[in-house]
């Protein structure tokens, strides 16, 4: 909490039913308006605890209010987040998870439903949780990331989160946004058609949440602590995994193996989510090609593939033919999923596993074949920068009659060019840092290196307090122009400045960023995810961005629509959107390091005109700082 109790609850009306319209107002209790303008301050403040304990019932209240559109339902879920011991490569440690489940419980729901998740917290530490690619329509305070539109949920405490899905159809996930928690703290998000449609694709017969991730044998945390105080890098991971398991090319782990049992003939979905906090990952299934339907709960156009490149926070739907003779070989019917690293930057240390999974045809064969060694997929090479582009190159939006592409293809409003590098900052006083030229590692974006407040932007941006806790001039372009590729970038343009500088839009402004990586400390590809929003990916290179040329390449037909692009690698990515979502959204790197040293803005968006044009009024219940 900060500021003054005001901020406990709104006394104005707090919006949130839905009607074929948008979403309503519904008129808070008037007995915590009366709390809250009562006379006598002193007996206010004595009344604090009370009116706490209120609100955080209020909370509930409000979002059981939330109606899903017509053919659609409200979802309740309660989840508690505490230690649990698990073990892998032969180490036991204890780790905080959902319901005692790593990876979490998946959410089911259908387009437009509302999903409405208590979250308590019987853990040792702040927590947050983000419903990553869930727009959150006019509703950014639930979207969850810590300090920027909540505070966190402290050890003992709880906070209901109401996820209003609006336009996503496919996966998502959730995962916790605060430290590195989300490291085993995260879960699967499956959003199907609504009642009475259907896929744009042929049916499948089993549908298959496949989750990859990482695995420490230390405490991950400590591990970010101890790089916070020495200014070096993070401690990599052990082990890639699928779905928590590193696979039986580790020691300790076959018995542990996740296991898909197939049957000959028929199509299997795979939802396919990347929740690795450092790792851009190639993805394959031996002796089986992947039709690609969708990506960051958007469809596609369908492509085949041998091999996907997923990126932190993207997902993935493809459709697995299960064609297999089973009686072709001994070892026609045992197959290796297998997800590997893809380090765009091979100079820095990085986890260079395989994580494995099989694929099982059911069948009648003698033991001795059923448990022959698998097949391996054919993945690209670690450093395959090309490979990586010939598949997110074939991406494109479905663009149909029920799944059209609306791209900004006309006037743009706000034009932004954003540099993403990897920088430095003083070591301070006498200090000895463990970064480069004794200095501390930090990132950014346009030369300004995000300093998360001890305040969420957002309380401050609602109670008209920014000024205190965040400046509203995140520059449009970079300070300073160099070959942002090239080699040999001089010293002098690896330091940075520290700064909570945010970007604030106009209402329904047409938007284009154009993501461009830099040479500094080593160009390397950066998975860039915006909350609140998709957006369209119309145009990637290679080299620097030209603004003269390069937009007349762009495809303003059916680009990808996605959450998360990953900027290629001494190169450049162009988005665009419109600005119709009103609040307080984060736009950060998904290499959590990276997001840790300050590659992050925040775009405000303000309200517009209509009341269905507004944010949402502060909830009761909200975590205070």
Not at 451 to 469: H, N
Not at 525 to 537: C, D, I, N, Q, S
């Amino acid at each position: 909490m900060h500021g003054s109790y005001k901020y406990l609850v709104d006394p104005r009306p707090v919006a949130i039913t839905r009607t074929a319209g948008g979403i309503q107002t519904l008129l808070v209790l008037p007995i915590l308006h009366n709390l809250l303008h009562c006379s006598n301050r002193n007996m206010v403040m004595g009344r604090v605890a009370t009116l706490w304990l209120v609100g955080v019932a209020l909370t509930t209240l409000v979002a059981a209010s939330v109606t899903p559109a017509e053919g659609s339902k409200n979802h309740h879920h309660d989840f508690v987040i505490k230690e649990t011991n698990y073990t892998r490569l032969c180490h036991e440690k204890a780790v905080l998870a959902v319901n005692g489940q790593f990876p979490g419980p998946t959410i089911y729901a259908r387009k437009g439903d509302i999903v409405v998740v208590n979250v308590i917290n019987q853990g040792n530490k702040n927590i947050t949780i983000h419903w990553h690619g869930v727009d959150q329509p006019r509703n950014p305070w639930s979207d969850g990331p810590e300090y920027i539109t909540q505070c966190p949920i402290q050890p003992g405490a709880n906070l209901t989160y109401t996820v209003i899905l609006s336009e996503e159809e496919g996966t998502l996930w959730w995962h916790a946004h605060s430290d590195f928690d989300r490291t085993t703290v995260h879960g699967a998000i499956v959003i199907h058609p609504k009642l009475g449609t259907t896929f744009p694709f042929k049916k499948p017969h089993k549908e298959i949440p496949v989750i990859l991730g990482e695995w420490w044998n230390a405490d991950v945390n400590r591990l970010l602590e101890e790089a916070k105080r020495t200014g070096g890098e993070v401690g990599i991971s052990d082990a890639n995994t699928i779905n928590g398991q590193p696979g039986d090319l580790f020691p300790c782990s076959m018995n542990g193996t996740f296991k898909v049992h197939v049957e000959s003939g028929k199509t299997y979905l795979l939802r396919i989510i990347n929740a690795a906090l450092a790792n851009e990952l190639f993805f394959g299934v031996a002796g089986h090609r992947l039709t690609v339907v969708g990506t960051d709960a958007r469809y596609t156009k369908p492509f085949t593939v041998d091999y996907i490149m997923i990126s932190p926070g993207q997902t993935v739907d493809a459709l697995l033919e299960a064609d297999r003779a089973t009686n072709s070989s001994s070892n026609g019917r045992r197959y290796y999923m297998a997800a590997r690293t893809f380090a765009s930057n091979t100079g820095i240390d990085f986890n260079n596993s395989t994580a494995t999974a099989i694929v099982e045809y059911s069948t009648d064969a003698p033991r001795a074949a059923r448990a022959s060694t698998p097949e391996f997929p054919n993945l690209p090479a670690v450093n395959d920068t090309d490979a990586a582009a010939a598949y997110t190159e074939q991406l494109r939006s479905l663009a149909s009659k029920d799944h059209p592409a609306d791209v900004p293809a006309g006037h743009v409003d706000e034009h932004m060019l954003i540099t993403i590098a990897v920088n430095v900052l003083p070591c301070a006083g006498n200090a000895t840092c463990d970064g480069p030229l004794g200095s501390r590692f930090a990132a950014s974006l346009n030369n300004v290196s995000f300093q998360t407040p001890s305040v969420d932007v957002l309380d401050a941006y609602y109670g008209s307090v920014g000024g205190g806790v965040y400046e509203a001039d995140f520059p449009d372009e970079p300070p300073f122009f160099f070959n942002f590729t090239g080699d040999n970038v001089p010293t002098e343009r690896w330091f940075t400045k520290r700064g909570t500088k945010v970007k604030v839009l106009g209402y329904g402004a047409a938007v284009e960023v154009v993501f461009q990586d830099t040479a500094i400390l080593g160009a390397e590809t950066h998975p860039m995810h915006l909350h609140g929003y998709a957006f369209y990916v119309v145009g990637r290179g290679l080299g620097n961005f030209d603004r003269h040329k390069d937009p007349a390449t762009y495809n303003l037909i059916d680009p990808p629509y996605q959450n998360t692009v990953s900027v290629p690698k001494a190169g450049w990515a162009a988005v665009r959107f419109r600005a119709a979502n009103p609040g307080v959204w984060f736009m950060h790197c998904h290499f959590d390091r990276h997001q840790v040293w300050g590659m992050d803005t925040v775009f405000i968006v303000k309200d517009g005109k209509t009341p269905e044009a507004k944010m949402m009024r502060r909830p009761a219940g909200m975590p205070r700082c």
